[in-house]
């Protein structure tokens, strides 16, 4: 069963619009939840995390993601996107009794329009 | 440097041919991880390793192996490659405990045809 679900493989935006990419997980307990973005030819790098606490988190480079239990949900924002802004983002998951392993979405594909 | 340095990052072989990717981290981890990128399907995890003595099979571990030779290096072989196997590889590291991010190298291009 999938664990990670990302609505949208590609997401067209202008620069200076919101950037809102969705995530969703299949779990009863809470996971703990990771947003990684691949700009061309390189690694992933990550942008921001959940554990525990706060369910509002702040990344790098403006993002910021809400942990929502009853949703289920990790959607990734960004209140004005820019042009540096287009690469690949990519939702994850680490569940429970799952040591430690690190489970992604299939990954949307942002791409900045001027 | 890199931290998690990844050698070849482009390799173009043929169906049949052994095949080795190898990864190397200055991080001090113990563990390491190799993933397998394809379009559409996001990162699948193939073998894991918590420490040397310690590795175990992911989602997609038929047709690889792997070996870990020291602390700070991990390898991934393909004994004998397929067309299907063509992919972008990712070698990662992570600290041990809960939730902990994991690093990533900057990737293995195969291409096998």
């Known amino acids: 069963a999938q664990s990670v679900t990302q609505l949208g493989s590609h997401v067209s935006v202008s620069e200076g619009a919101l950037v809102l990419l969705r995530c969703n997980y299949s779990?009863?307990?809470?996971?703990?939840l990771f947003w990684y973005v691949q700009y061309p030819n390189q690694g992933l790098q990550l942008l921001l995390k959940y554990t525990t606490g706060a369910t509002l988190v702040k990344g790098i480079n403006g993002f910021e993601a809400e942990f929502k239990k009853s949703e289920t949900s990790f959607h990734l924002t960004k209140p004005s996107a820019h042009m540096s802004d287009a690469a690949e983002y990519f939702c994850a998951v680490i569940l429970t009794d799952s040591w430690g392993k690190l489970q992604f979405g299939a990954g949307t594909q942002v791409v900045v329009t001027p | 440097d890199a931290d998690v340095t990844q050698t070849p990052r482009n390799r173009i072989t043929k169906t049949g041919k052994r095949i080795m990717l190898e990864c190397s981290q200055t991080?001090?981890?113990?563990?390491m991880y190799w993933y397998r990128q394809d379009p559409g399907l996001g990162l699948r995890l193939i073998y894991y390793?918590?420490?040397?003595?310690?590795?175990n099979k992911g989602e997609i571990s038929d047709g690889y192996s792997v070996s870990r030779q020291a602390q700070a290096k991990f390898s991934l072989s393909l004994e004998s490659a397929i067309p299907n196997q063509t992919a972008l590889y990712f070698c990662a590291t992570s600290e041990p405990g809960e939730g902990r991010e994991l690093f990533f190298g900057e990737g293995s291009r195969l291409t096998v045809l």
């Open positions: 991080k001090g981890h113990d563990r």
């Open positions: 779990s009863s307990v809470p996971p703990y």
């Open positions: 390793s918590f420490d040397v003595k310690d590795i």
